[in-house]
């Protein structure tokens, strides 16, 4: 054994003595405020007992690993509808009393007295469905959790599914403690650990997690305006298989250092056209009042969402398909206090109930959209009677396009139409008083100020990024001004009613 390994031994032996003693500290009164560390745990556990669960794909006749199982807050919920829970916890007191609530209620459930961290934990590989962890990767170092996952991989069936839950930032419950080992971490540190995760079978096939959904849970938003509470949803999938679109924005349009340059010459908050200013001039045409709720469809990293909440007093929803985006925002949210939630979803398959949002709100994202028609149907559906939607995008001059812009938009992956075309597709959707205005003379402003400013601060441009990076914002503005320039390219903004 070399030098390296015997200290990451004896930190793991450290972490897990102080883990196992803070938990024994705090699972004297097994009830549901000592597992969640709030006084107000009851009413909390009302609200996102149903959230969380919502958010897995079906377990009925399923067989679920629940890790850190704790006294059964999900066991006897999973248990309803799974062939086998296997309920694991690795403090005796806490998974007896687990069986002692649902052991005689449901005969499917096999009770564990085990650390997930231990080499002597057994589970068959391609043997679970579904791995369900909620709040469990926060009481382990980094190395454990890299384990763990590389481990939980090789337990599940091709197709099958784990959800982890986790506090990120920091504490959220109020129990006073007299020691915290827990890792408060950013959550793209567990989105980098899913995402470079394989895993090989015995024929050799490899193996990744897929990332279905990302968010945050909504009854911490609404109770306590903290979007810290962080979920994931992952797919095991063989690595042959294109993830498409999603990866196209995060690893080529919308990379890390990507936006940040993008918000650089937005500003801050934003990386769509005009920035803030734009964002307050169309926001205040929607007329919203406090308590509404709004969706912004490709939130981006969430500056006009913030605005709304904090300026208005609404509950704003934001979506987008870049994992990247949804990441920069959740973290420019925290301290923020305002209640604003974060998704990673695809506008295109995403359900809501009919009749959910006040507003539907939108900068600069449907251009990425190939079927507007469909999209726009189910704007109508969620939309509540009376409800408004605003959407900013691209759009090109009727005929033709050019060859160099027909190039560019197919390099782009966009769907450009008319600004005409685009408000009588509102319509055929069923929205009333559509609104469809060409505001290129507006992008052309925007675009000069934006590329005038870039400009004029190249030396602290530079100081932060790249000589690529300011040729790519400089020569992509200048693009954008000829297009618009020719009377090509064009910017539009609609409003409509349901």
């Not at 450290?14 to 006084?39: A, G, I, N, P």
């Amino acid at each position: 054994m070399d030098t390296i390994t015997v200290v990451e031994n004896v930190f793991g032996e450290v972490e897990r003595k102080v883990q196992k003693s803070y938990w024994e500290e705090h699972s004297k009164d097994l009830t549901v405020e000592s597992m969640m560390l709030d006084s107000r745990a009851k009413d909390l556990d009302k609200e996102e007992r149903p959230e969380v669960l919502a958010i897995l794909p079906s377990y009925a006749g399923k067989t679920v690993l629940e890790l850190g199982a704790g006294i059964g807050r999900f066991t006897g919920e999973l248990a309803k509808e799974a062939g086998h829970v296997i309920a694991l916890d690795f403090i005796d007191s806490v998974i007896k009393k687990n069986e002692e609530i649902n052991g005689d209620i449901y005969k499917n459930i096999t009770f564990m007295c085990a650390d997930v961290t231990s080499p002597e934990l057994k589970i068959e590989d391609n043997s679970i469905d579904i791995v369900f962890s909620n709040w469990l990767l926060m009481y382990l170092n980094d190395e454990e959790v890299e384990k763990l996952i590389g481990r939980i991989v090789k337990w599940l069936k091709p197709g099958g599914h784990i959800f982890i839950r986790e506090s990120c930032f920091h504490q959220s419950g109020d129990s006073k403690r007299k020691v915290n080992p827990t890792h408060y971490r950013e959550p793209r540190f567990y989105t980098k650990v899913f995402k470079e995760c394989h895993s090989y079978d015995q024929e050799g096939n490899s193996f990744e997690l897929s990332l279905v959904t990302s968010k945050c849970i909504g009854a911490y938003v609404k109770s306590k305006k903290n979007q810290n509470q962080i979920c994931w949803l992952w797919e095991k999938v063989k690595c042959t298989e294109d993830k498409g679109f999603q990866r196209f924005l995060d690893n080529v349009q919308y990379k890390s250092t990507g936006i940040l340059r993008y918000e650089r010459v937005f500003g801050e908050g934003y990386v769509s056209t005009g920035g803030f200013e734009t964002t307050k001039e169309f926001v205040d045409k929607l007329d919203l009042k406090a308590g509404q709720k709004v969706l912004d469809v490709g939130c981006g990293i969430g500056g006009g969402d913030f605005y709304m909440a904090e300026t208005y007093d609404v509950h704003v929803l934001g979506i987008d398909l870049s994992i990247n985006m949804v990441s920069f925002a959740i973290e420019r949210a925290i301290g923020r206090s305002c209640s604003v939630e974060f998704e990673v979803a695809d506008c295109t398959t995403k359900e809501y109930a009919e009749n959910t949002f006040d507003v539907i709100y939108s900068r600069d994202t449907i251009l990425h959209i190939q079927d507007k028609p469909a999209l726009f149907r189910n704007f109508f559906k969620w939309l509540k009677p009376g409800g408004k939607v605003l959407i900013s995008d691209y759009c090109r001059s009727p005929g033709t396009p050019s060859e160099e812009f027909a190039a560019y938009i197919k390099q782009r992956g966009y769907d450009l139409h008319d600004v005409k075309t685009y408000g009588k597709m509102l319509e055929d959707a069923g929205f009333h008083d559509v609104v469809a205005e060409d505001r290129t003379d507006q992008f052309l402003r925007v675009l000069e100020r934006e590329l005038g400013e870039t400009e004029k601060n190249k030396e602290a441009f530079l100081a932060d990024f790249t000589q690529e990076d300011y040729d790519d914002i400089v020569n992509g503005w200048s693009a954008k001004l000829k297009r618009s320039s020719a009377g090509e390219q064009k910017w539009g903004l609609f409003i409509a009613t349901k």
